[in-house]
């Protein structure tokens, strides 16, 4: 489910930024999809992904961005 999916990326993305890497800070941005009953084809799925990567870093980076695609017909929607 989306509310799962979404803790698991934080938990994630929290971990790695929180890590005491030897010289230097790392952060990570996340673009996830999670589909529900939807017909769209792996390509379609990976190409929105890569779209809410890109939300990540333009807003703010060291965050995760999820969408949720339910049907080819519709939209994505934003889950947060």
């Known amino acids: 489910n989306p509310e799962h999916a979404q803790l698991r990326a934080e938990k994630l993305r929290s971990a790695i ?4 890497f030897e010289h230097r800070r790392c ?16 390509d379609a799925m ?5 779209k809410a990567l890109y939300t990540s870093k ?6 995760v961005t999820t969408v949720i695609v339910v049907d080819d017909n519709i939209n994505p929607i934003p889950f947060s």
Not at 27 to 42: L, Q
Not at 46 to 50: F, Q, S
């Open 58 to 63: 333009k807003t703010g980076k060291n965050k």
């Open 27 to 42: 952060s990570v941005s996340i673009g996830m999809v999670v589909a529900m009953k939807s017909s769209s084809s792996p």
């Open 46 to 50: 990976i190409k929105e992904a890569d």
């Open 17 to 20: 930024a929180g890590f005491p």
